[in-house]
């Protein structure tokens, strides 16, 4: 009867801890993704309103050195880019051909023919604008490429991370 009476008592005892860690999981996830859809909520409403965008159809966060949100979509004039200083604020505009992400993600295809691209990101790296992209090999390490906003110039590849 003592034998019944601790594996009644334990089986509550390891759910409940099971449930607790899971509302635990799941409320951090949920804390962590708030942060980062506010930072692109705040970003596109900025995008629109001081940078003259009427549609988005880019965002990305790029954090190199400093922490950079972009926003890119069309104006009344053409394809823009809003990168805004996650630090001070300040605003640049970048006018652009719409298909340039393309552009760039075609060229790492065509250098290294990776697996998977997991991100392009636009920002700012010594005073310049350039493209942050980062990829999957086909061996499963990461790679990182680093190119030049305005002419899609490689200017940096790290590969196997």
């Known amino acids: 009867m003592v034998k019944n009476l601790k ?17 635990l999981s799941v409320g951090s996830f949920y804390v962590m993704n708030a942060s980062h859809s506010s930072a692109r ?13 009427q549609t988005t159809t880019f965002y990305s966060e790029f954090d190199r050195r400093q922490q950079f949100y972009t926003v890119g979509g069309q104006t009344r004039q053409g394809y823009r880019y809003v990168v805004i200083n996650g630090q001070n604020g300040k ?10 992400v393309r552009q760039v993600r075609q060229t790492v295809q065509n250098h290294q023919n990776p697996k998977q691209i997991n991100k392009v990101a636009l920002g ?4 310049h604008p350039v493209w942050e992209v980062t990829y999957r090999n086909q061996n499963n390490s990461l790679g990182y490429y680093l190119i030049n906003f305005h002419n899609t110039k490689i200017l940096q590849v790290i590969n196997n991370l």
């Open 7 to 23: 594996r009644q008592w334990k089986r509550p005892l390891l759910l409940g801890i099971l449930i607790i860690l899971l509302v």
């Open 41 to 53: 909520s705040q970003a596109i409403h900025v995008a629109k309103t001081k940078g003259g965008l």
């Open 91 to 100: 605003i640049q505009l970048l006018n652009s051909p719409a298909g340039l």
């Open 124 to 127: 700012y790296y010594q005073k």
